[in-house]
T-cell receptor, first 115, second 114 residues
Framework: QKEVEQNSGPLSVPEGAIASLNCTYSDRGSQSFFWYRQYSGKSPELIMSIYSNGDKEDGRFTAQLNKASQYVSLLIRDSQPSDSATYLCASHPGNYGGSQGNLIFGKGTKLSVKP | DAGITQSPRHKVTETGTPVTLRCHQTENHRYMYWYRQDPGHGLRLIHYSYGVKDTDKGEVSDGYSVSRSKTEDFLLTLESATSSQTSVYFC?????????????FGPGTRLTVL
């Protein structure tokens, strides 16, 4: 069974620190990966996507992918209290246009940034 | 927000009654999805659609049916609601490129079955 595993947390970091969120996946054929942020009572919001090995940076966020280790991570630099949320990791079997493959979600990691 | 709306946003119903949730999108996306989200389980796919009248089952489809008669609307029906279907339901669309296919979510419907 295809699975995505995340530490449920809570992960607590002080304001201004780097928050590191991790995710592993079981399907070696997975091609693309996503990080969503979900505030309590709200819907998931896309933060980052990545499909190539290595790092991808967008503002304070960096996604890292290591397909050999089946490992994805999200780094949040200069963490702010507004970053406090649950972060969902998801994998997709293909990196082609279209959705014949469907997302597999982890259960999420709750992040708390303390002022 | 990918132009997705869901209705109703909140609903309380009784066991055994039929319930229909609606997902509406304004940007002509071909693919649409219904997920449920429960504590301890994360997001799980119920059904998805890849075009008008084209649908398929997801991981947790038992007790649910869907219909898509227009590109913009994807309906999720609980024929006879049970307490185990109390959940938050999210609709999603996907946007694809040659490199990656990304899903975006609607605001959600909180359903309580008493």
């Amino acid at each position: 069974q295809k699975e995505v595993e995340q530490n449920s947390g809570p992960l607590s970091v002080p304001e201004g620190a780097i928050a590191s969120l991790n995710c592993t996946y079981s399907d070696r054929g997975s091609q693309s990966f996503f990080w969503y942020r979900q505030y309590s009572g709200k819907s998931p919001e896309l933060i980052m996507s990545i499909y190539s090995n290595g790092d991808k940076e967008d503002g304070r966020f960096t996604a890292q992918l290591n397909k050999a280790s089946q490992y994805v991570s999200l780094l949040i630099r200069d963490s702010q209290p507004s970053d406090s949320a649950t972060y969902l990791c998801a994998s997709h079997p293909g990196n082609y246009g279209g959705s014949q493959g469907n997302l597999i979600f982890g259960k999420g990691t709750k992040l708390s940034v303390k002022p | 927000d990918a132009g997705i709306t869901q209705s109703p946003r909140h609903k309380v119903t009784e066991t055994g009654t039929p319930v229909t949730l609606r997902c509406h999108q304004t940007e002509n996306h071909r693919y649409m999805y219904w997920y449920r989200q429960d504590p301890g389980h994360g997001l799980r796919l119920i059904h998805y659609s890849y075009g008008v009248k084209d649908t398929d089952k997801g991981e947790v489809s038992d007790g649910y049916s869907v219909s898509r008669s227009k590109t913009e609307d994807f309906l999720l029906t609980l024929e006879s609601a049970t307490s185990s279907q109390t959940s938050v339901y999210f609709c999603a669309i996907s946007e694809g490129t040659e490199e990656i296919d990304t899903q975006y979510f609607g605001p959600g419907t909180r359903l309580t079955v008493l």
